[in-house]
């Protein structure tokens, strides 16, 4: 029942309007995503970090002692790829300081042979033609789900069209909703997204929770009202990472549900909520690394009571 | 269990940024709310409108049964208030085309001396010195929930302060929260808000639901995943009609949970929620003459299956 993800390992920078901020640390969609999902069970990575990535940094990784770390190459001679990015004021929107790609212009990282079983695939935001090739990877794939951003969107839209007929899912952001479709309201745009291929795509609103429409219905879901966030970033990664890591777990222990079906996914957004909601209480992934499954069920807990319905 | 508005009724222009506009369209916060709350049972009004108030209007305004009109005077030689608004492209920020306040600007009207065994009693919006006058003419009230807007925490501060340790709800948008007590953050905000007296806050946020911070508890409700947005006029106070009708109902049943306890106003936010997703379907209140308490029964279903977390 392996849970795989593709995607960045990268060393950030961050700045936030009221919590300081932090040079060199972890990041990167791979390493939120695994660690999150990694509340759940064994999630394998598959990225490159260049041979200037700090043995700390790979220390933290390793202390999820549910990540498997077989797919991440460590290039010689190549750079790690790096992020700084500052937090506005409203904590909502950020600006990019600065990106230096190292390993990410370079191939994309070779997958292997061990992890060509992987049934549950998140293609973490990349190049939609590099996500396509991941994908072929993986022959016994029973659920993928792809991330994108406004970047892919304005500059590989016929790659992204060809990626959304070849996966089950879609997360992206509600304002990359808007920009893809050119609809503004959150459901009709993810109506014509469906429309294009996958089954289900899952619309992040940030501090506003999500909007979920399948083929089979429709779901909303607030996010967990944290009381202070530090760090907004890996918010999207962690909550994908609860998500698939929720519905492998499901599999392995035989639920009836198939993953992709609406009811299982629903379940599963809510686990991405309560996870993602600890990834922003600290900057990188300290409070992760920190965190015990305990906690998780305890939020989940709380997290159910304060958004009931009846 | 008598359910008691005090608000405008007015004569509103709206344009909209797909859906065309409307001139000289039924308005007003007491409209909106006692035509929501009325699907829930009798509701009465005090406000006041000039000689201009068109029949049509007023025939409008009449057609919904368990509204109780005796309350709304009709002043001889002046002006019914008139807005006109503008909405932007993204239909969540607005434009204030123009104000004329007609009878706003004289006094408050009078309430009726059979009002004044009201119960349930909602403060829409206006100068909290108003607010709290009207408030004093309920003497047997037993639970008072007020409204506001940036313009009075901006102008009569002191009087929303005083307001503030008379009533057990505040009901007021997201921004406005962050305004009045300097705190993004939705949930922090509220609780400064709680310490100044009330027991229970709801921060409406639009689009994205809202954040309900009572002393018992905290939850979180998406608003219902509209796909057609018409014109959003009208949506705060028709949620909060929703509300307040559902706790008076419930009360005049004999539910044993006291009115303003977390678990009757959680329960009560999620109808508050359904009848303003169908408010703003239309101009005015054109949805809301042709709703049928079925048609909030069959949507309620719906909504509860759409927000459900297990």
């Known amino acids: 029942m392996s849970l795989i993800v593709t995607g960045t390992v990268g060393i950030d920078t961050v700045y936030t309007p ?22 759940y069970g064994p999630v394998r990575i598959v990225g490159a970090v ?26 010689v001679g190549s750079k790690t790829f790096r992020w700084g990015g500052k937090y506005a004021e409203n904590m909502d929107t950020r600006e990019t300081l600065f990106t230096e790609l190292g390993v990410l212009e370079e191939m994309p990282p070779k997958i292997p042979d ?19 090739e991941m994908l072929a990877s993986f022959p016994e ?27 089950d899912g879609l997360v992206l952001n509600f304002d990359e909703a808007e920009q893809f479709t050119g609809r503004r309201n959150t459901v009709s745009a ?15 609103k940030g501090e506003h929770g999500c909007i979920f429409v399948h083929r089979d219905g429709i779901a909303a879901l607030p996010a967990y009202p944290a009381e202070r966030v530090v760090d907004p970033t890996g918010a999207g990664d962690s909550f994908a990472g609860g998500m698939m890591g929720f519905i492998a777990a499901e599999a392995a222990r035989g639920a009836q549900d198939e993953p992709a079906s609406f009811e299982t996914i629903r379940r599963a957004l809510a686990h991405g909520t309560v996870i ?14 920190t965190l015990t499954r305990e906690d998780v069920v305890e939020r989940y807990g709380e997290f159910i009571k304060m958004v009931r319905v009846d």
């Open 190 to 204: 993810a109506r014509r997204i469906l429309e294009l291929g996958p089954r289900f795509v899952v619309v992040k």
């Open 276 to 289: 993602a909601s600890f990834n922003i209480e600290s900057f990188s992934l300290d409070r992760l690394t």
């Open 114 to 132: 061990a992890y060509r079983d992987s049934r549950f695939v998140f293609l973490a935001n990349t190049h939609p033609a590099v996500q396509l």
């Open 18 to 39: 009221h919590e300081g901020h932090r040079e060199g640390v972890l990041g990167g969609s791979c390493t939120y995503f695994a660690a999150a999902a990694s509340f």
């Open 50 to 75: 260049g041979d200037d990535f700090p043995d700390e940094l790979r220390a933290t990784l390793d202390s999820f002692p549910e990540i498997d770390t077989a797919g991440l190459e460590v290039r």
């Open 141 to 167: 794939r029973s659920l993928v789900v792809a991330d994108t951003m406004d970047l892919w969107i304005d500059t590989a839209r016929e790659e992204l069209h060809e990626l959304l007929t070849r996966v």
